[in-house]
């Protein structure tokens, strides 16, 4: 277990800070937080610790960009009450089949206005899952708002050296990394996230090269594990530092995770 014995679920965010620098919020996926609540977040966190939060998934999933621009405002408008806390915001997009987008062109003309239209003053972050739309035209796009590509380890997509031998996958002055892992395959095997169950460390050995080329750039990483990656995030978060230091070339600077 992460939290100590009797920890209450209100003081779980205060107890996570003092381990970690930063959190990705997945309770903003399924609803916009109250004001209320991002406030809260705020203040039981300590100073210079990041928040990073996904879009809704009415944004994202079901009206999937058209017609969301009064959600997208609620959204920004609560976050930004974070101030200098609010990291960067993903837009996670899930697996769209060709009923949906025929082609990736098709879903890059529905997605260049939305970026267009973001406003200023907020970091931002896509991730798709959809291998072949990761092009230089997409990655371009991306580029041009700042935007950054989110790297995720998922069975869906490519292992990082592939897609870093393809593309340079920098398009913003920061890095967003997700190390999901197969969500299906480990729900198979447990619904308990308090342990690692699986072995990812030769995984996490092709990250690192990857990594500490971007910390060479200036790009400033920010990464979070799910449970579902090895069965416990806090504990996959341990075993990457121990795997950095064991490889042990520079730079000696860690990601944020």
Known sequence: MFYPPGTPPAQFLTEYSKHF????????????????????????????????????QAITHERVLQDCRAEVKEFLDAMGLLGDKLGPLLLQFPYFNKQAFARAEDFLARLAPFLDELPEGFRYAVEVRNKYWLSERFLSALRKKQVALALIDHPWMPLIHQLTAQHDVVTADFTYVRWLGDRKGIEQKTKHWDRIIIDREDEMETWIPAIRQLLRRGIRILGYFNNHYAGFAPGSIELFYKVWDRLGSEPREKPNA
Not at 23 to 51: H, Q
């Open 21 to 56: 620098d930063t959190v990705e919020v997945d309770s903003t996926f399924y609803r916009t937080p109250s004001a209320s609540m991002v406030k809260n977040w705020r203040a039981r966190t300590p100073p210079g610790f990041i928040l990073a939060a996904k879009f809704p």
